[in-house]
């Protein structure tokens, strides 16, 4: 099998590459995608608050990681919407589906938030 001639760069070259792409899925997750946009507030909010928290640094990293957890799930369900929406905008019940299993991706994990928040200040 041939590999993908666009993974033809090595070394920092590569880096440098993969931070930029990084960068623009960032920034098209913030103008395109308005949950996207509501989480990032949200962890722009509690992220600084896990500083504040009279907690030690276990229990500051796990609020942060949980925060953060939210936004990466946030953009690979964002990923699955948009390939199934470029394949085809007709409804289709695998289509439907593919969306709610990313959407229940999401859910689970802004429970996870509340959960590790509330189980680590109150501990």
């Not at 608050?49 to 009279?54: M, Q, S």
């Not at 990293?61 to 799930?73: D, E, P, R, T």
């Not at 390939?83 to 695998?94: C, K, M, T």
């Amino acid at each position: 099998m041939q590999e993908n001639p666009f993974k033809g760069k090595r070394g920092v070259r590569r880096l440098l590459n993969a931070l930029r792409y990084s960068l623009e899925g960032l920034a098209a997750a913030f103008r395109h995608e308005e949950a996207f946009r509501l989480e990032s507030w949200l962890a722009l909010v509690l992220i600084p608050a896990a500083f504040f928290a009279p907690v030690g640094g276990t229990g500051r990293i796990l609020m942060i990681a949980s925060v953060l957890l939210v936004l990466i799930v946030e953009l690979l369900n964002t990923a699955v919407e948009v390939v199934v929406d470029r394949i085809s905008a007709q409804e289709h019940p695998l289509a439907k589906r593919a969306k709610d299993l990313g959407s229940a991706a999401v859910f689970l994990s802004l429970v996870n938030v509340g959960a590790v928040w509330l189980l680590v200040l109150l501990d």
